[in-house]
């Protein structure tokens, strides 16, 4: 079980959430919703450790999420992330780069220049429905399943056999949240919580 | 008697620089410039060894190793385009820890040398150490560093996923690794035939057999890439509390 309570978020002194109240339940699919901005990431990843909370409470299972506690908590916990699409280098780890024999080996000190690497191409919808699936069924006993728009990317079929995949975890009694303006997600959820955008 | 071999030797500038003044006026200048600051760099750096060896202190040879350690990790972080006030320790710390390793290694265990820690030795050996080690260390440090800020994700995904963090963290580690040992292995295999390594014709100069020579050759290019990857390991390992947060965020 998951549980917000008049949760602020904010980093580097900027308000990012605030008034988060909720509880997400186990054996149930809960899913955050709302416009562009309106901090579904936020959240989520304040729930994964990687935001502080400034005040309230976020809890795991009646255990309070600190820094320290964070990654104790994750080892519990099943994420996909918003770009997801971006994980090619998780499914195939890039190759070494060509090199052509040339002067900064080893017999003198030419200095090279620095390498900039290139952020991986994007995965198509069916290599990130395969990441996806890998992951979920690979989480063996973890009792939290959390997804930021896992079918942000995906054709239609792809994200119906998703939400199959959702719904086995909550039915297996796992607490899953997932964060989606899909309706197809939404319409399936046990539980709907609407985020609106913080006005200034 | 020295100074006329040196003028004599200097005569043969008039071969090229006759060709380029008849050809190319405007090289010429910067053909001039050039001679003028090898001499000069090559000199300054001769009068440093020539104290070395004269005094032969340990202390004054390790003290020297870390100056060499801390000079080289600026112009590698010059190149990676990194805070020095960040990142000097931990870069400095790598290229002095992966050549004093292989190079106490190699003085004490490999090679036949009596007085190990003697500067005629331990000198050129840890140069030539740390020269390797900072060579690579700009591949390793800068593609540790841009891979990591172009695949975040993939570091948040196995953070998120209860992944430690010295786990996450070695998909990027090997790609750093990658980076380093790629170039090596490019250019070993044609070392030798394309290749004619300077390090060897030094040592052939220097008045050692050709089986000496080969020895040497291959003993301290075995511990140019040792050294590079315990540097590199270290490297990143020291750079890690600059390059994350508490959170474990990139910064």
Known sequence: MLEFKDATIATEGKILATGLSFIARDGELTCITGPEGSGKTTLLRTLMGFLPVESGFVSVDGELLTVLSAPVFRTLMVYLPQQVQMLAHQLTPPDAPSCEADGYAVWNALMPQAVKAEAPPPLSPEDIFRLEEQTLLGAGDKSIVIADEPAANLTPELSRQLLVMLRQQADAGKTVLIASRRQLLVGHADQVIELKVKSE | ?251
């Not at chain 2, 003697?118 to 080690?133: E, F, N, Q, T």
């Not at chain 2, 690579?136 to 993939?154: F, H, M, N, V």
């Open chain 2, 1 to 251: 008697m020295m100074i006329l071999h040196v003028f004599l030797g200097a005569l043969l500038l008039a071969i090229p620089a006759g060709a380029l003044y008849y050809f190319d006026k405007a090289l010429l200048r910067s053909f001039g410039v050039a001679v003028g600051r090898m001499v000069t760099q090559i000199l300054l750096v001769s009068l440093i060894v020539w104290v070395l060896v004269h005094y032969d202190k340990v202390w004054i040879s390790l003290l020297w190793l870390v100056l060499l350690a801390a000079l080289s990790a600026v112009l590698v972080l010059r190149r990676v385009k990194l805070p020095l006030s960040k990142f000097l320790l931990p870069v400095a710390a790598g290229l002095f820890a992966g050549a004093l390793v292989v190079g106490l290694y190699l003085l004490f265990v490999v090679l036949p040398v009596h007085d190990a820690l003697g500067a005629r030795w331990l000198v050129p050996i840890m140069a030539l150490l740390v020269g390797h080690s900072m060579t690579t260390g700009i591949l390793g440090l800068s593609t540790y560093q841009s891979a990591l800020k172009a695949d975040e994700q993939q570091y948040e995904f196995l953070r998120g996923n209860g992944t430690s963090h010295l786990k996450a963290v070695l998909p990027f580690v090997r790609r750093a690794l990658q980076a380093v040992m790629s170039p090596s292995v490019a250019n070993l295999s044609v070392l030798g035939f394309y290749a004619m390594p300077l390090l060897l014709c030094g040592i052939l100069l220097g008045g050692q057999s050709p089986i000496n020579a080969f020895v040497l050759t291959l003993m301290l290019v075995i511990g140019c890439l040792a050294s590079s990857v315990i540097s590199l390991a270290v490297i990143l390992w020291l750079s890690d509390r600059q390059l994350f947060d508490k959170f474990g965020k990139l910064r």
